[in-house]
Each structure stands twice: as C-alpha cells, then as structure tokens.
C-alpha cells in the first residue's frame, strides 16, 4: 500500500521561513503526481492552498508557495504568520486514485 | 460561487450500511472535467481520500475500503452518494465532500462527523 510521508511536526518563528515536504513510497516525487497541499485549523475543514506542485488559488497567500524539492513535494513559507499556525496536508496522484500524507502539524512560536 | 454540504445519520451500527449524500451548487457535474469526491478523518486523526466520481460518471475508489465503497450522481439534483457498507467503529469519521476541476479539490463541504457505534 502507498504511503506518503510528512514531517509529524514543524516550529517556526514568527517572521520566518518553514519548508514542508511530502515524500512517496514509491520513489520520488514529480510533477505527475499533481501535489496539491492544504491547510486545516481545529474544527475546520480544509483549505486547500497549492495545486499541481505550484499552482495557488486566489485566495492563497503570496507566502505560500509549492515546489519540488530533492524527490519531494514541497510547502515553503516565507515571512510566516502567527495565524499560519495549523496542519497541512499533502495530497499526490497515483494512477487511478488520489492518497493523503499524514499531516504537519506546524506551530508559530 | 461554489458550495457543497455533506449529510446523513449522525449514528451508525456496525455491519450497517451508510449513506451519506452531498449537495452542491455554483457547479454543473454534467460538466467535462469536473469532478466530485469524499474525504474523511477520523477524531485526530489524519485526511483519507475515499472516492472521485467525474462528470462522465468515470469513478475511482481507494483501494482501502474500495469493495464497501460506491458513488453514484444525481445530476439533475445536483447531488452526489456515497455509499459504504458493512460499517466498524473505525469508520467513525467527519466525512467531507469536495469539488475537484482543474485546480484540485478546490471547494470542500463542512464536514459531517457520523459515529458508528452499538
């Protein structure tokens, strides 16, 4: 079964700059799994920030920004807010069916 | 504007089987390329993508509980099924629906939580 894997947990300082990252079992990670990356706040559903590796929504914030990273999916925050403290989740394409990663939970302290 | 609003029961016995239905406006599923799916998430737990129907009626499942799975459309009543049965405790979840086209699972629901339990 596929696994996609993500940091547990991530601290970052207010101001400063975090990278996430999303790796697959199954090899490296390309644009062909069309990584699609979200944010979810307690009680919330999520909101998705990335898609297809880089691409941000209109409501997505300058600071958000997806790339690929060393065989990874990557989540890069730059200039982090304190209300950018959540859980993030990666989601990646395989074939026929779509599979998230575990969560990052990211704190701003 | 798109929106999506998951319902169904609240409580769910085991071995039963659960139907939980989202309904939609702001989009057409009669359109090409788009797409509806179901997401749910354990208590604390992590995201789990469960199904994708597409406009076309072209399905995908997960392999996990692909065989309790099936979706289904309604597309003149803008809503999409999600049926899953023979259900366990361990599909105590919040399940959501989500609009995907071609930026990603875009628009989600709220989320309803359904217990299973005795």
């Known amino acids: 079964q596929t696994v996609v894997t993500q940091e547990p947990s991530l601290t970052v300082s207010p101001g400063g700059t975090v990278t996430l990252t999303c790796a697959s079992s199954t090899g490296a990670v390309t644009s062909g799994y069309y990584p699609n990356w979200f944010q979810q706040k307690p009680g919330q559903a999520p909101r998705t920030l990335i898609y297809?590796?880089?691409d941000k929504h209109s409501w997505t914030p300058a600071r958000f920004s997806g790339s690929l990273l060393g065989g990874k999916a990557a989540l890069t925050l730059s200039g982090v807010q304190p209300e950018d403290e959540a859980e993030y989740y990666c989601l990646l394409y395989y074939d026929d069916a779509w599979v998230f990663g575990g969560g990052t939970k990211l704190t701003v302290l | 504007q798109i929106t999506l609003k998951e319902s169904g029961p609240t409580l769910v016995k085991p071995t039963q089987t659960l139907t939980l239905t989202c309904t939609f406006s702001g989009f057409s599923l009669s359109s090409s390329g788009v797409g509806v799916g179901w997401i749910r998430q354990p208590p604390g737990k992590a995201l789990e993508w469960l199904a994708l129907?597409?406009?076309?009626?072209?399905?995908r499942y997960s392999p996990s509980p692909k065989s309790r799975l099936t979706i289904t459309k309604d597309t003149s009543k803008n809503q999409v099924v999600l049926t899953m049965t023979n259900v366990d405790p361990v599909d105590t979840a919040t399940y959501y629906c989500?609009?995907?086209?071609?930026?990603?699972?875009?628009?989600w629901g709220q989320g309803t939580l359904v217990t299973v339990s005795s």
């Open positions: 129907i597409y406009w076309d009626d072209d399905k």
């Open positions: 297809d590796t880089s």
């Open positions: 989500a609009h995907r086209a071609e930026a990603g699972f875009d628009y």
